[in-house]
Nanobody
Framework: QVQLVESGGGLAQAGGSLRLSCADSRRTFSNNAVGWFRQAPGKEREFAAAISWNGGSTLYSDSVKDRFIISRDRAKNTVYLQMNSLKPEDTAVYYC?????????????????WGQGTQVTVSS
């Protein structure tokens, strides 16, 4: 069974906003960090943002810092990625992943149980 399910992707204009959701319905990662990564066609998967088990600590890549906000609603078993001031270069498939530890890391090998991804396309 899928552990994490992303939703909320779609089309947006440059300067617009989207909110992505990552549902952890079985609460597998209630005590773990959760990260958001993105991958454009032909490019490496890259770190975007991550949040600690309790939502108290966050980490962002330089490319999304001050534009994206990661948050966690533990009651709803959901991690969100609010994406503001979108740019065409934000176009990618966005994946969430449960962390191996309590606190966030930028490294892909710090996570397990990747979701299926949700497409975000930003037009210029």
């Amino acid at each position: 069974q899928v552990q994490l399910v992303e939703s909320g992707g779609g089309l947006a204009q440059a300067g617009g906003s989207l909110r992505l959701s990552c549902a952890d319905s079985r609460r597998t990662f209630s005590n773990n960090a959760v990260g958001w990564f993105r991958q454009a066609p032909g490019k490496e998967r890259e770190f975007a943002a991550a949040i600690s088990w309790n939502g108290g600590s966050t980490l962002y890549s330089d490319s999304v810092k001050d534009r994206f906000i990661i948050s966690r609603d533990r009651a709803k078993n959901t991690v969100y990625l609010q994406m503001n001031s979108l740019k065409p270069e934000d176009t990618a498939v966005y994946y969430c992943a449960g962390g191996l530890r309590n606190y966030p890391t930028r490294e892909t090998n710090g996570y397990r149980y990747w979701g299926q991804g949700t497409q975000v396309t930003v037009s210029s």
